[in-house]
């Protein structure tokens, strides 16, 4: 079993930077790959951001591309996301999640093994 707890989240206002952490415990030698997702309030949860732990390769979602970098620290088995530029359609609950070995297509959909309780980002205008 795999632990994600993540934190970081907060107010900001538009043009503003946040960064989210996700400190992940227990079996993690065996995850492929890590994403950070959202869902805004009456909408459905929605892909961010993945990376693939074996090369670090990133896949964004197209309206987060070029303002946030998703990121990990091996050592400290946390992952990140750099959010700048911030925006108000970016108010969201965040969630991590890891998966076994789903490929990043897969995790694009959603498909994880392991999720986090996540975290509230407000952006104002």
């Known amino acids: 079993q795999v632990q994600l707890a993540e934190s970081g989240g907060g107010s900001e206002q538009a043009g503003g930077s946040l960064r989210l952490s996700c400190a992940a415990s227990?079996?993690?030698?065996?995850?492929?790959?890590m994403g950070w997702f959202r869902q805004a309030p009456g909408k459905e949860r929605e892909f961010v951001a993945s990376?693939?732990?074996?090369?670090?390769?990133?896949d964004y979602a197209d309206s987060v591309k070029g303002r946030f970098t998703i990121s990990t620290n091996f050592a400290k088995n946390t992952l990140y996301l750099q959010m700048n530029n911030l925006k108000p359609d970016d108010t969201a609950q965040y969630y991590c999640a890891a998966s076994r070995g789903a490929t990043l297509a897969i995790m694009k959909q959603g498909t994880m093994d392991y999720w986090g309780k996540g975290t509230l980002v407000t952006v104002s205008s």
């Open positions: 990376l693939r732990l074996i090369d670090t390769y990133s």
């Open positions: 227990g079996r993690t030698f065996s995850l492929y790959g």
